[in-house]
């Protein structure tokens, strides 16, 4: 039975659930520093979906691939405690400001470096920005196939997978080769939670950075388990166009960012009797609210 060697681009993004009047910078750019960050939820699918390959093909590995700053190897350590084998984190302040066709290419140039891959998977969008284009844009940098709005790895043989998606029109079921880029819904199965032992395996899973900001001595510890060590990579060493790196390479501006609350301005009682309501559902479809 084959092995796969399977990346998972994930991301920690800001809760945008939580933006406020700080949350952009005078350039244009996401000021993440105010916001909380959380694990991008489409990613979670893909990383649910990379782990149940890995269940059924024993030898499959699974590794994550993020780009941030430092704290975003939070990233890293919630894979590990989930089921993934380990990761990579892209980060250098030339990376800052990235637009998706900037995030791309260094990805790209980032996965390049990791030798051979069988599968690239990732969440179909990132709540941060709603484009679902990073994903293919990795595929295109890279020249492979991709198959966009996934739901299901209904069957993985040898190099070719069968994939359902979830579209707007309906389902379709899709047969393709590997190697492939795949996105993933949000209506794919959720993600595993932590397992218990994972997280006191990993829990001191850290990146260099991390390590020279510790108080205490560890330089034992992970001498003895290379696998608490998480990469840190930065551009030099991947190789890059620095013309196509962070806000240089990205033609995507921001012009700015709102806090919308949608408020109802006027509300109308209804009886709860079924002539009222049936009235009420006529109104709603003539003013083509509903329907």
């Not at 800001?14 to 350039?27: I, L, Q, S, Y």
């Amino acid at each position: 039975m084959k092995a796969y060697k399977i990346i998972v681009l994930a991301k920690q993004v800001p809760d945008t659930r939580n933006v406020g009047k700080d949350a952009m910078k005078a350039d244009g750019t996401v000021n993440r520093a105010v916001l909380p960050a959380i694990f991008n939820p489409e990613d979670l699918n893909a990383l649910e979906q990379a782990l149940r390959i890995k269940d059924q093909f024993p030898g499959t590995t699974v590794k994550l691939l993020t780009m941030g700053p430092g704290r975003a190897a939070e990233i890293i350590r919630e894979g590990l405690f989930r089921g993934a084998d380990g990761g990579i984190l892209l980060t250098d302040r030339a990376f800052a400001g990235s637009d998706t066709l900037a995030t791309s290419y260094a990805l790209g140039q980032a996965l390049k470096k990791m030798g051979k891959i069988d599968l690239i998977i990732a969440g179909r969008q990132a709540i941060d920005g709603d484009t679902a284009q990073v994903g293919p844009q990795v595929a295109e940098k890279l020249g492979w196939l991709q198959i966009t709005y996934v739901e299901e790895v209904k069957e993985l043989k040898n190099d070719t997978v069968v994939l359902k998606r979830r579209l707007d029109r309906g389902v379709e079921t899709v047969k393709c080769k590997l190697p492939l880029v795949m996105t993933v819904n949000g209506t794919a199965p959720e993600c595993r939670v932590r397992n218990a032992k994972l997280v006191m395996k990993y829990k001191r899973a850290k990146t260099i950075t991390e390590l020279q900001k510790e108080n205490e001595d560890y330089t034992s510890l992970y001498n003895d388990r290379p696998d608490l060590n998480i990469p840190e990579w930065t551009v030099n060493d991947i190789e890059s166009d620095a013309s196509q790196l962070g806000l240089t390479g990205s033609p995507t501006k921001v012009k700015s960012i709102e806090n919308v609350v949608l408020q109802a301005k006027d509300s109308k009682v209804v009886p709860g009797v079924d002539a009222e309501i049936e009235k009420m559902m006529i109104e709603l479809i003539t003013s083509h609210t509903i329907g």
